[in-house]
């Protein structure tokens, strides 16, 4: 998808990021002016009242509507809370310039009080995210058996959907090893409905009873509050090596899936087996995925070490420029259907167990519909931070099932929010709020912002009218799926079908490439190796040997431990194609590129590539010697990065149009990368480390003219897998492009282990 048609100065394709909507002067601005509007990328909720109504017939305020980036900020001049216009809010009111402070200064009591209550509790899982707005299409695939109205064909639904991690909080980095939270909350005309799921789609645990477990030995140890938001420590580890139904979430969590290259490039699934209804009351069980239009693709554990320390809200940032670039990133939600049968399994495979998968092979993901974000929130706060969602926030046609994980979040998420948004109208906070009419009879609480009018929130009534009323199903009243619920004892056990902890993380296993296999060896090596106990490394090695040998030994060869022999005979089962990453080709859409130029360089070539690059939906950014422009013949060209602060793991490709010689600022005290002046043949050492560095992690290389020196001089063979060197600078991004679309030059991945 091209971007957007505007353009820098110097008539330069566009480069995400800029802070405002208008370009600041150097000077303060003194001339009184209404507030700025928002940034293009931006929007705030759809405009409702606290009860569900469309406010103004329209959200365009050309239209007469209100504006859906609704601002609580109106007039050029400052006042308090109440409206009262202020003449100064630099100074506190004192007896005299050197006097006390008074008391009686209740603009300073009203600013610093606020001030004080700015934060909400933070999650205590899902800290930290991300979020966008945007719109769902039905494509009516789904109506012959679902009669959720949003399904139906070219039905548009906005959306507001959040990424996130889970156990590190709100101030962690966002490339950690982890798994992502994807959570949607469509905002359709029967009530809002919430697909609340992750990037995984299996879960540690088979019943609720155990998050609170599963979570305390995933965060930080309580008594020293470390390691901040990753698994590679004790606790962790002792938990899923004795609680072996936690298996196949680990071995996810240990690949390459629990370290996104981006939320744009992330599988979502809706973990649990949910039951949809259609008109004539039949049901159908299915699992929910959204399908990134991009592929699944991910980082090398490398990269997201290196990105942690360079730039801890790349994910964040990388889903904000591309919807700003106008790259809006898109997934199908896609459905696998199964009959609802008594037993509620299918293929021998219990659907009611959250640690299970079926594989793609066995019930193909059918699309429903596509998902498209297109605008950035306008404020964090009011709508990322504030969001709620609820697995219990459903539509008529979509039912749940007796997962007991489901069960719990069905109560966890609604006592949680009122905790965090102090009370139970959380519905009421403008991001929150439903895009149908609400008569729902409760009254007052916290943050009550309806003015309710009647005098009687109870049923039956006569003073109100009878108002309100019942509806039927026949006018969209929710109605439960008439499920038969067998007769049984009380107990506190799980049947036996759930007792299956090794075939499932086998089958995953066997399904990944054998690169993709050595990320997993490392990711387990490199975890134990964080562990103190040496008894824990020794009871999860154990744990391996029943999913696999080869894995097991590997990893045990890594932390120096003898490898167990299994428990038992290994299953037998068939590998996934599905769950591997590696194959297939996709869209190059948002796709970051990096151009190494100098004054040296064919200037007017490079205008020309960046607006090649620009055309193609991707984004180009020069990496110079220093800021601001690079001069000459054919110049200016505009320079979006330095040697010393630019790093590989920002670009998806990297293009040479120069061999810069060492810049100015390549003093170690400046920037350490730059070491002792090490750059072979005269060629800054920062750039010989961002190359060397995309050369390790298979990332696409191009160069021309003098660039070709520069792999060179950074030991890349200019034979390998995934490098291209021409004359012309268009071939070589053709090229370049080519290998985009895989993401990664696989093959230059050195062989390991599990090539076997």
Not at 355 to 379: F, H, Y
Not at 685 to 702: I, M, T
Not at 711 to 726: F, T
Request: hydrophobic share 35%; glycine share 10%; aromatic share 8%.
């Amino acid at each position: 998808m091209a971007g957007p048609t505007h353009e820098n100065r110097n008539g330069e394709p566009f480069i995400p990021g800029r802070p405002a909507p208008e370009a600041p002067p150097v000077e303060e601005p003194t001339t009184p002016r209404e507030p700025l509007p928002p940034k293009q990328d931006q929007s705030g909720p759809e405009v409702y009242s606290a009860t569900g109504e469309h406010i103004g017939g329209t959200s365009r305020p050309e239209a007469g509507g209100v504006d859906p980036a609704v601002r609580a900020q109106t007039g050029g001049r400052l006042t308090t809370a109440q409206g009262l216009r202020l003449y100064d809010t630099d100074h506190s009111l004192k007896a005299g310039e050197r006097g006390p402070v008074l008391l009686q200064d209740h603009h300073l009591r009203e600013k610093i009080t606020h001030f004080d209550h700015e934060r909400i509790p933070e999650r205590v899982v899902h800290a930290r995210g991300a979020a966008a707005h945007g719109v769902f299409r039905g494509y009516g695939t789904g109506s012959k058996i679902c009669k959720a109205a949003f399904l139906g064909k070219d039905v548009e639904t906005p959306v507001f959907v959040r990424f996130s991690t889970v156990l590190g909080s709100r101030g962690s980095a966002d490339t950690v090893r982890d798994t992502r939270g994807f959570a949607t909350k469509f905002y359709t005309a029967q009530g809002t409905f919430d697909l609340v799921g992750n990037n995984i789609p299996v879960f540690f645990i088979q019943d609720a009873i155990k998050f609170p477990d599963v979570i305390h030995a995933g965060k930080p140890h309580p008594d020293r509050e470390i390691p901040q938001a990753q698994s590679a420590h004790d606790t962790f580890w002792d938990f899923v090596s004795l609680h072996t139904e936690a298996t196949h979430h680990t071995i996810w969590a240990m690949s390459d899936r629990a370290i996104p290259r981006s939320f744009r490039m992330m599988e979502g699934f809706g973990v649990h087996t949910f039951r949809l209804v259609d008109e004539q009351g039949g049901t159908t069980l299915v699992k929910f995925h959204w399908k990134p239009r991009l592929g699944v693709h991910s980082m090398t554990w490398e990269e997201a070490q290196i990105t942690g320390g360079m730039d801890p809200d790349f994910h964040r940032r990388d889903l904000a420029d591309a919807i700003e670039a106008g790259a809006f990133p898109e997934w199908e939600l896609g459905i696998q259907t199964f009959p609802d049968t008594p037993d509620q399994t299918f293929e021998g495979i219990d659907l009611l167990d959250p640690t299970k998968i079926v594989p793609e092979e066995w019930a193909p993901v059918q699309p429903l519909g596509l998902m498209t974000l297109t605008a950035n929130p306008s404020n964090f706060f009011a709508e990322t931070e504030q969001v709620a969602f609820h697995p219990g926030h459903l539509v008529p046609g979509i039912d749940i099932t007796d997962d007991p994980l489901l069960a719990g979040r069905l109560f966890s998420y609604l006592d949680t929010q009122i905790t965090r948004l102090g009370g139970p109208n959380f519905a009421q906070a403008p991001i929150n709020r439903p895009h149908a009419p609400i008569n729902d009879m409760t009254r007052d609480g916290m943050h009550q912002t309806a003015v309710h009018s009647g005098v009687a929130p109870f049923r039956p009534n006569s003073l109100d009218g009878g108002c309100p009323f019942l509806a039927g199903a026949g006018e969209g009243a929710y109605v439960e799926s008439p499920v038969t619920v067998p007769q049984a004892s009380k107990v506190r056990a799980a049947p036996a079908s759930f007792s299956d902890h090794t075939s499932h993380p086998r089958r995953f296993y066997l399904s990944l490439s054998p690169v993709e296999r050595e990320h997993v060896i490392a990711a387990y090596t490199f975890e134990l190796s964080k562990c103190y106990e040496q008894s824990i490394k020794e009871r999860q090695l154990r744990v391996l040997a029943d999913i696999d040998p080869e894995l097991c030994a590997s990893v045990a060869a890594g932390l120096g431990l003898p490898a167990p022999e299994p428990s038992g005979p290994l299953p037998d089962v068939t590998p996934s194609p599905a769950l591997s990453q590696v194959g297939r080709s996709w869209p190059t859409d948002g796709r970051v590129v990096g151009i190494v130029a100098d004054e040296n360089s064919d200037l007017a070539a490079l205008s020309t590539l960046r607006t090649t690059i620009h055309d193609g939906g991707m984004v180009p950014l020069v990496i110079a010697p220093h800021g601001g422009e690079l001069a000459g013949a054919g110049g200016p060209v505009v320079v979006q990065r330095t040697f010393a602060g630019a790093r590989s793991i920002e670009f998806d490709a990297v293009l040479l149009a120069a061999a810069p010689g060492i810049g100015g600022d390549a003093h170690g005290a400046r920037d350490a990368k730059a070491g002792l002046h090490t750059g072979s043949g005269g060629i800054d050492p920062r750039v010989l480390l961002l190359v060397s560095e995309a050369f390790r992690h298979a990332k696409a290389l191009g160069a021309w003219g003098a660039g070709a020196d520069v792999l060179a001089a950074a030991g890349c063979p200019q034979d390998a897998a995934g490098v291209v060197v021409a004359d012309d600078p268009r071939s070589v991004f053709s090229r370049v492009t080519e290998l985009l679309t895989e993401h990664r030059a696989w093959d230059r991945f050195p062989a390991g282990a599990s090539a076997g």
